[in-house]
């Protein structure tokens, strides 16, 4: 029987959610354990009288950037998991204190098929399940929450080097191994073009070639989905659901979303693509 864990790492920006969030996981009979992962300094509330949780206060720490607080605190929390609660069969959903996820969507996550038929890596055995994707920038993805088998979850901390500095291209850092195992970023001089591939870009042959390679990524690593109003974050109530003015890739950059993001929240609508 799948054993769900679900770990949440980083810092209370929003205390309503957190309690919300530790309610609704709570309450779940499909999840095992949850785990912690924070500073000592954070404010917790009372989930320490909770015996689902396990709680991880760890020491600050001085780091430059915030991916590296996140690879911190997220390698801590894979270790003790990996220590404490793998078995075959454990299942890993990654949050954080100010992601609030509805019983709707967790009841998609923990539904999913997760195994792979044809498997490219021995590093990613088994699917990954994110909440949304950009259409014209490879793996800016929703790296706030995800979830997998335990075996996939330590090839998933971030890459926290020079590269991929810029808002958004960083994203590519949860997945950066994945891109390199299916030859997305195997030539460092090709940063530039990735770091152009945002809402608005010259279709090359160069970025053609990319997006090829991304979907074939998407498609054998991938589930795509969230439900209506299944995820909730600190900066905003909801989802702003993008609608595909086309399913043409030049008619999609053409035409301009209102927020400039070409944003997909389920597979369908990502490989239906035409890119031509």
């Not at 209370?12 to 530790?22: G, T």
């Not at 954070?42 to 607080?69: A, F, H, R, W």
């Not at 270790?79 to 509805?102: F, P, Q």
């Not at 439900?227 to 086309?246: D, E, L, T």
């Amino acid at each position: 029987m799948k054993n769900n864990i679900v770990l949440i790492i980083g810092e209370n920006k929003n205390n309503s959610y957190f309690q919300k969030s530790i309610d609704v996981l709570s309450n779940r009979s499909d999840i095992d354990k949850i785990i912690l992962v924070t500073w000592k300094t954070v404010n917790i509330g009372i989930i320490k009288s909770n015996c689902l949780i396990d709680v991880l206060l760890i020491p600050q720490v001085k780091l430059t950037m915030g991916i590296e607080y996140q690879k911190y605190l997220y390698d801590i929390g894979v270790k003790y998991i990996n220590d404490n609660y793998k078995t075959e069969d454990t299942y890993v959903l990654k949050t954080r204190m100010d992601v609030l996820i509805s019983n709707q969507q967790l009841d998609y996550i923990f539904s999913q098929n997760y195994q792979i038929e044809h498997i490219k890596s021995e590093l990613f055995k088994y699917k990954i399940w994110i909440a949304w994707t950009h259409i014209t920038k490879p793996f800016y993805v929703e790296d706030c929450c995800f979830y997998s088998h335990i075996s996939v979850m330590p090839n998933l901390s971030p890459y926290v080097g020079e590269l991929f500095m810029d808002q958004g291209h960083s994203h590519i850092r949860w997945f950066l191994l994945l891109a390199r195992i299916y030859n997305l970023y195997n030539d460092e001089n090709l940063y530039d073009e990735y770091k152009n591939m945002n809402a608005e870009f010259t279709l090359n042959e160069t970025k053609k070639d990319i997006l090829y390679k991304y979907i074939n990524c998407i498609k054998n690593q991938f589930i795509i989905m969230t439900v209506q109003n299944g995820i909730y974050f600190r900066y905003h109530s909801g989802n702003n659901f993008y609608k595909k003015p086309s399913n043409k890739i030049t008619e999609i950059i053409e035409k301009k979303h209102p927020t400039n993001q070409k944003l997909v929240y389920n597979s369908t609508d990502f490989f239906d693509i035409n890119i031509i």
